[in-house]
């Protein structure tokens, strides 16, 4: 079968709704001065996109890159989450090709959901065997998405009982102006603390006058009440 774009996003196309589309652009704040303004949906749910994702796991780079040019979210989504299934059985040398992809088409990869559907599974993958300072890099970046990248990137890091870096850019993160950064944060943070409480603790109890009443709320979710009794 020969792979091409068109048939995704035929595929893509031939499952839009209107009226979920019209639910989604106002759930991804799509109107002007928020966020995504201008941002198009099609209405198609991430469990369809998978799917399709899945058929077309195949898809060469050449042919992935002209889906994640359209304007459409849901083939931004499609064409990332292709990528994710690629990445872990590709060889190392179409990894770093994946990897390279990525950052050449990060400005395609535009809201909350592209960044953490794909970013772990592919930048914090790839990094987990490489220096890390990209990270260091894009956390620096005025471009919120950039930013969110750099965290969420972590949850691999994290996934993998690897929490320094994970530490070290929620604490330059800590004055983001953002509430995406401070939900993206805590929540990594959260995630750390799953697999280590004692350095939450540690990290919150250093930095709790500093973080943001969101940051620190989705930190502390899954603690019990006598952990947080300490932290007062």
Known sequence: MTFSYKLVLAELLGKKNNKQAENLQRFFKTAKGQYAYGDLFLGIKVPVQRL????????PLSEIQKIINNKYHECRLTALLILTYQYPKATPKQQKEI?????????????WDLVDLSSPNIIGKY???HSRRPLYNLVKSKNLWHRRIAIISTFSFIRNMEFSDTVKLAKLLLKDKE??????????????GKRDEKLLIEFISENKDKMPRTMYRYAIEKLDKSQLCGLQ
């Open 52 to 59: 399709v994702a899945k058929k077309f796991i195949n898809l």
């Open 99 to 111: 990897y390279d992809f990525f950052l050449k088409n990060i400005s395609y990869i535009n809201n």
């Open 127 to 129: 990094l987990l065997n």
């Open 179 to 192: 509430d995406l950064i401070h939900k993206a944060v805590g929540w990594m943070l959260r995630e750390m």
